[in-house]
């Protein structure tokens, strides 16, 4: 059975700070043609660029996946596309007034929420879903990351990760179809590692960042000194760590909220190919770079098995 494309009915906004940029930035979100798919558009530039959601458009996956058309630039666009994705949309305009997407609380759900906000309709063009015909393999032997697309008529994504840390070890999830991703996975937020935030914060980034969008794990015992500088940084009155190593009391939604933070971050990377297919996605240790490689692999299949080209 063939479905129809998809877009919102109305356009919706959501306002918040990026994560790396820390400037306050205004999404809005607005109904687009059959056969569009993602596109983003810097209305703060002149003559207002847009840039394709297209995995040919990515140019750095160092904190997050960001994409460009010339001078125009998006920066972490994985939270967006999987919430887009994960409402069943095919076709949307994301306008922008600034280079960085906003961090909110560090998951998706917050652009769900918003989507669901203004509708789904459908439109009179069916949906084309592409099934590559054969296993895809990819391995990063200097990251240990594999990933597999299997042919598979649904849409799944089986992610594990294994940080051979004491707070953070072995985890795995399962997003059983595109319908699962909004209750299960779109609350699941970023994390980080406190020797990493460390190191953000001596580069000047995650200048948006603070305790309430990010999971931080303490991967070292902290002095009372090194607490209240943190409490600082993060303009908190106070800082303190859970037993298991999560820092600020923040509870967790789902015992492997990491690892399904992962699969929200391959299932919104994936979107990057540039349209529907179908198959089952396995992912030991992925991370935005090989996403995007990924994502790469999968393109080209598309295009050599179907005879088209995704622009």
Known sequence: ??????????????????????????????????????????????????????????????????IKNGDAVVRTVEHVLAAILGCDIDNILIEIDSEETPILDGSSAPFTACLQKAGIVEQDVFRIVYNPQKKIYFKDTDKDVEMWLIPDEGYRISTMIDYNNKVLSSQNALLKSISDFNQNFSKARTFVFL???????????????????????????????????????????KVTVLKEGVLNNIELYYPNEPARHKTLDVF????????????????????????????????????????????
């Open 195 to 237: 020797s990493e935030v460390e190191m953000l914060l001596q580069r000047n980034l995650i200048q948006g960042g603070d305790i309430k969008n990010a999971v931080v794990f303490v991967d070292r015992i902290l002095s009372t000194e090194e607490l209240d500088h943190l409490a600082n940084v993060f303009k908190q009155p």
């Open 1 to 66: 059975m063939m479905n129809k494309q998809k877009t919102i009915k109305i356009p919706v906004e959501i306002k918040g700070k990026g994560i790396h940029t820390g400037c306050t930035t205004t999404l809005r979100f607005l109904p687009a043609p059959p056969n569009s798919g993602y596109i983003f558009k810097r209305v703060d530039l002149p003559e207002q660029p847009v840039v394709k959601a297209l995995v040919q458009n990515v140019f750095d996956t160092s904190r997050g996946t960001s």
């Open 268 to 311: 919104g990377d994936l979107c990057l190919v540039g349209c529907r297919f179908s198959g089952h996605i396995i992912a030991n240790k992925p991370g935005h770079k090989t996403n995007v490689e990924f994502a790469k692999l999968i393109q080209n299949q598309i295009q050599k098995t179907y005879g088209i080209e995704i622009t």
